[in-house]
């Protein structure tokens, strides 16, 4: 198949922004001051000397700089970003416009609640929201990321149990998870298990009925799972967990394969995480920022950090700090309130019936490339997904062609990659997440794009193991970059 | 519904290539009773003016382009045009973590020139691609050195960020540690005597902030020398990123954790905001967070990679430096624009405008008859006691100038009762200073303050 | 490469080189490959105690981190620092230039229990058909 999604583009280069620098060169000016200058000598040695080799650069270079280094990215306005577990959707404009309004902009954590109102509500209403959605009882925004959230559930778990006198050691992790399940564990102090997945791909509840002992606080479960497969099991599996004193994280990282679809309240979760740049459409931003919200059951409720929103017989909103069983903060104020804006504009863009039919796109379009790439590539586990599909290079392998290779000739096809080699639980993993935001067209030419590697792979392997061949940079030495890291620019 | 690509037809077309009848037969495989039966109790989908109408209205509701004297960790500086017209660009918020070198170069160079920054700023040798926040940056450093040193002590200055405090302690507790802190002088400075009193063989890390939480600025070389001398790790906390335009930088500290959000990054009511991390090449290793270095391609071509990820909980997952994955690339895109465009004159001359506001405002209050607490250097932020339960009796008064005012110590400074934290940056007009001051000021009978500002 | 007959080896591809009481122990060229790309080397203190079957220290490609265990009990005498500014040895020459460290043996004894360079290569040739 010839390439014809993507062809090359007149690209600038541009160096450093310490490169560009020159001495009184400016891009800044600041209005003259209206009272009298400081009296720098009191200061003394608290002083510093200038800030050597600081950028001095001006506005129109400041410009062009970040404008030319855009254009050596990726991203989801580019086109079909299929990150699996990632869930890159289409992030809606008017998120950004009314999360830029000067007051929400400009508000400041610290102001009288008088004064806060229309925030308080923004995040009272999204509450609400994300309860509905979820089927639990009560919510903390506070945390940061996904992470920060896990952390945060871990916490709460572990105050319940010794508010019940009881200690217990363990975690129970699935090798399917995400690496942040055990660094979460182990940071909040737990010794971490893992759990084997069955061939079926799930849990193995054989597995698990040996290793869930009293000395077992929770089982973080992603479900649906990293493979894009949905616990069948999950009932039986909540049931042995309570039955013997412990609790039921969920991971909702795939919480958009069930939104208005079900709700891990219904199905025996305790404790679950959010993230609002995955399911609610708030922008990766290269990496962040995210934010992940923590919804519980209602025996979890009284560990929720500080400080809690909560509403007054007179509808005012105030931030509860008056929580005597709190596990404390989180995080400083009341977290990433930019995202809640965001995320809430989603949800009411969307209604109920939009979300719904989100759900069902999400699952559809990856149905639609597991079909579209079956025979092309192998299938670990030979069943329908849900949002996401996992292949596996182990075909392409006999021709020393691996995952990592396909998905940098992907990109001279004009394609994000998709997750590599992960979950561990597949060897030459290929994670695809399509999400909902990619149409069938777009579908169609990515199908396409992977059943032309895989034909590469057999008769010009070379081509693909050399990929790319037309991004500005090929690919990049990360052996020598690990061996002598330079990470900051030196004169 | 307007952002979905496709239509009910098409559909209809896709599932029958895949040999579905409808829908719900991709969604079987959910146990009946997991299934959620009927339609969320969430209105129906709304329009871009029906949504604008609602943020308008809530917005009105959060005192829109009234002056405001709220620090306290969350600073008002001015944010330059060319900062949201760069980051609105979809390459960079709409792209993910650099994971994909070859089609990530924008993102990764900008985390190397933010890293760089943050190193020349803090005097550091290497900072990470940042993290949450200031908060969770000063836990995530104590965790560090804890790590480094293999101790268990923890010994804070009280006057450091309290919410800061917070966070430290909920990180902390879970293993049985506890932060001891140590109060401050009547110079506002942290008691540095009681602090190595309370140092031992065991003390992993001394945290201290400056400028601290009432502004003061702290000795970070009588704070180092302190810290080791016990062999313990000077963590130096800095909330305020724009009083490293005219102080000294701690580079006596082993770990900076710094807070962004003053480097062009908005209030927002509380977040996002960029912490990040900054420490001596000796402690890389232990430092948790993304990191971009320098790499070549098979041309020999410069280019930037994510690099040292062993470190990171999806290589090493529990025996990972910490459990973060994310970081705050965008928000640390806006801090590495802000801090190029001010570049090496513009963050001094912002620094000083601060300090010449923030002076001023204390000579203002001095002269009203208000007592100004803590005599010790200051950057932007004062102390000022203005007796118990003015703060809340201003509030009217306030409201009717248009002012936010200060932020009342008493929630976690009991023993400053009535005293307010007044933040003064380059933002505040005179004008304004001089109406907050009177409205402040103790008044006169029979005076409303209307008239009092007027005989200003 | 071939094993040298005159070494000791594990099941978790370490290899033990006795001289006296002293044992200098490395990882096996067949962990180098499993590994690929060696870029870092963490290793412990003169003079710290490890203990057979333990974790001293860890060796790194990009991606991967193994833990190196400790195939008998001793004290450290002395580390190969020549590996922090070069870890690719351990790619180059693991079973000579890429020492990791010497430990001073407390039982030299325990190495009889350990496999020979024969019982290695056949381990590792079973390890291989899996």
Redesign the interface.
């Given at each position: 198949m010839a390439i014809t999604r993507a062809s090359r583009h007149l690209v600038q280069n541009e160096p450093l922004i310490f490169e560009r620098s020159a001495a009184g060169k400016r891009g800044y000016q600041l209005p003259p001051l209206d009272v009298p200058a400081a009296d720098l000598t009191g200061l003394g040695r608290l002083r510093r000397d200038q800030i050597a080799d600081f950028p001095e650069v001006s506005e129109l270079e400041v410009i062009r700089h970040f404008t030319r280094l855009s254009t050596w990215n990726y991203g989801v306005d580019t086109g079909l970003y299929p990150l699996g577990s990632c869930t890159m959707k289409y992030n809606p404009r008017v998120n950004e416009q009314v999360a830029r309004l000067e007051g929400l902009a400009q508000g400041h954590p610290l102001q009288p609640e008088e004064l806060s109102q229309g925030a308080l509500r923004i995040m009272h209403l999204l509450s609400r929201y994300l309860l509905e959605i979820t089927g639990m009882d009560a919510i903390t925004l506070q945390p940061a990321a996904g992470a920060h959230g896990e952390m945060t559930g871990i916490l709460m778990i572990h105050a319940l149990l010794s508010a019940r006198g009881e200690a217990r050691h363990k975690v129970l992790i699935p090798d399917s998870a995400h690496g942040t399940n055990p660094a979460t564990a182990a940071i909040a102090g737990y010794q971490v298990q893992n759990l084997r997945s069955n061939a079926r791909g799930t849990v193995d509840l054989a597995d698990l009925d040996r290793v869930m002992t009293d000395d077992v606080a929770a089982l973080m479960l992603t479900n649906p799972n990293t493979l894009g497969l949905f616990e069948e099991d999950i009932h039986r599996i909540a049931d042995l967990i309570h039955e013997r004193g412990g609790l039921l994280y969920m991971d909702g990282a795939n919480m958009n394969a069930l939104v208005g679809r079900a709700r891990p309240g219904d199905f025996g979760v305790d404790v679950m995480h959010l993230n609002l740049h995955k399911t609610f459409s708030t922008p990766h931003g290269g990496g962040g920022p995210g934010a992940g919200p923590v919804a519980v059951k209602s025996e979890l409720e009284p560990f929720l950090p500080i400080p809690v929103i909560t509403a007054g017989a007179d509808g005012r909103l105030r931030a509860d700090y008056d929580r005597p069983r709190t596990i404390g903060r989180m995080r400083s104020f009341y977290g990433n309130f930019g995202m809640f804006v965001r995320a809430l504009a989603y949800i009411m863009a969307n209604g109920c019936d939009g979300l719904k039919q989100t759900t069902e796109d999400a699952v559809l379009n990856a149905n639609y490339i597991r079909r579209g790439l079956e025979g092309a590539y192998a299938l670990p586990y030979d069943r329908p997904c849900m949002h996401e599909c996992v292949f596996s290079d182990q075909k392409q392998q006999a021709h020393g062609v691996s995952t990592g290779d396909i998905a940098k000739r992907l990109i001279d096809y004009g394609f994000h990659p998709y997750t590599v080699s992960f979950p561990l639980v597949v060897r030459g993993a290929m994670m695809i997440e399509p999400t909902e935001s990619a149409g069938r067209d777009e579908l169609d030419e990515f199908i396409a794009a992977l059943r032309a590697i895989a034909a590469e792979a057999e008769t010009e392997p070379e081509r693909v193991k050399s990929a790319p061949h037309t991004t500005r940079l090929s690919r990049l030495d990360e052996v020598s970059a690990a061996r002598q890291p330079i990470l900051r620019w030196r004169r | 519904?307007?952002?979905?690509?496709?239509s009910d037809e098409?559909?209809r077309?896709?599932?029958e290539?895949?040999?579905?009848a409808s829908?719900d037969d991709?969604?079987?495989?959910?146990?009946e009773?997991?299934?959620?039966t009927r339609?969320?109790?969430?209105?129906?989908?709304?329009s871009?003016p029906?949504?604008?109408d609602?943020?308008?209205?809530?917005?009105?509701?959060?005192?829109?382009?009234?002056a405001?004297f709220?620090g306290?960790?969350?600073y008002?500086h001015f944010r330059?045009s060319?900062i949201?017209?760069?980051i609105?660009?979809?390459?960079?918020?709409?792209?993910?973590?650099?994971?994909?070198?070859?089609?990530?170069?924008?993102?990764l160079?900008?985390i190397?020139?933010f890293?760089?920054?943050i190193?020349?700023?803090t005097g550091m040798?290497?900072?990470n691609?940042?993290m949450?926040?200031?908060?969770?940056a000063m836990a995530e450093a104590v965790?560090m050195a804890l790590r480094i040193s293999g101790r268990e002590g923890i010994v804070v200055a009280r006057s450091a960020?309290p919410?800061?405090r917070?966070?430290l302690?909920?990180y902390v507790?879970?293993?049985g540690l506890a932060a001891r802190e140590i109060g401050y002088l009547p110079d506002g400075t942290v008691d540095l005597a009681a602090l190595e009193a309370a140092l031992g063989p065991d003390t992993a890390a001394v945290v201290v902030q400056s400028p601290n939480f009432f502004g003061a600025?702290e000795?970070w070389e009588a704070a180092a020398a302190a810290a080791h001398r016990h062999g313990a790790l000077l963590i130096a906390v800095i909330a305020e990123p724009i009083s490293?335009?005219?102080?000294?930088?701690p580079a006596a500290a082993d770990i900076v954790a710094l807070e962004a959000q003053g480097l062009g990054i908005?209030?927002?009511?509380?977040?996002?905001y960029?912490g990040v991390i900054a420490t001596q090449e000796k402690y890389?290793?232990a430092l948790p967070g993304?990191?971009?270095?320098?790499?070549?391609?098979?041309?020999g071509?410069r280019?930037?990679?994510l690099?040292?990820?062993?470190r990171?909980?999806?290589?090493?997952?529990?025996?990972?430096t910490?459990?973060?994955?994310?970081?705050?690339?965008?928000?640390a895109?806006m801090a590495?624009?802000f801090?190029?465009?001010?570049?090496?004159?513009?963050?001094?001359?912002?620094a000083?405008?601060n300090?010449?506001?923030t002076?001023?405002a204390a000579q203002a209050f001095a002269a009203a008859g208000l007592q100004v607490l803590f005599p010790s250097?200051r950057f932007n932020e004062l102390v000022v006691q203005l007796g118990p339960g003015r703060a809340e009796a201003a509030?009217p008064a306030l409201s009717r100038e248009r002012i936010?005012g200060g932020?009342p110590l008493r929630?976690y400074y009991p023993e400053l009762d009535g005293a307010v934290l007044v933040c003064v940056t380059?933002t505040v007009?005179?004008a304004a200073?001089e109406r907050l001051v009177a409205a402040y000021a103790p008044a006169p009978a029979t005076a409303d303050p209307r008239e009092l500002v007027s005989a200003h | 490469m071939a094993y040298p007959n005159e070494y000791r080896y594990t099941k978790e591809h370490e290899w033990i080189f006795r001289e006296g009481q002293t044992g200098t122990i490395g990882i096996t060229d067949y962990a180098q490959r499993q590994l690929g790309d060696v870029v870092y080397v963490e290793l412990p203190k003169v003079g710290n105690a490890v203990k057979k079957g333990e974790a001293f220290g860890t060796v790194e490609s990009v991606k991967a981190v193994s833990e190196i265990f400790a195939p008998a009990d001793g004290t450290v005498k002395e580390i190969n620092e020549k590996l922090a500014g070069a870890p690719e040895l351990i790619n180059q020459d693991p079973h000579q230039r890429a020492w990791l460290i010497k430990i001073e043996l407390a039982q030299p004894a325990e190495l009889d229990a350990l496999l020979t360079a024969a019982e290695y290569e056949q381990f590792i040739a079973e390890t291989a058909e899996h």
């Open positions: - | 519904m307007r952002y979905l690509p496709t098409i559909r077309q896709m599932l290539a895949i040999g579905a829908i991709l969604f079987r495989h959910i146990p009773y997991c299934r959620l339609p969320l109790n969430i209105p129906r989908g709304q871009e029906e949504i604008l609602f943020f308008q209205g809530a917005a009105a509701e959060c005192a829109p382009g009234w405001s709220l306290a960790g969350a008002r330059p060319p949201d017209a760069l609105s660009r979809g390459e960079w918020f709409t792209a993910y973590t650099p994971y994909q070198a070859e089609i990530s170069q924008g993102t160079q900008a190397f020139e890293q760089t920054m190193c020349q700023l040798d290497v900072a691609a940042s949450y926040d200031g908060s969770t965790l960020h919410q800061y917070e966070v302690n909920t507790t879970q293993r600025i000795n490293l335009g005219i102080l000294a930088p908005p209030v927002g009511f509380g977040g996002p960029a890389l290793r993304r990191l971009a270095g320098e790499a070549r391609d098979h041309e071509r280019g930037y990679v690099t040292l990820a062993t990171e909980q999806h290589i090493r997952r529990e025996k990972a910490s459990n973060i994955c994310t970081n705050q690339a965008l928000c895109l590495a624009i801090m190029s465009l001010y570049g090496k004159d513009g963050l001094r001359e912002l000083e405008q300090l010449a506001k002076a001023f250097p509030l936010v932020f929630r380059e007009p005179r200073i | -």
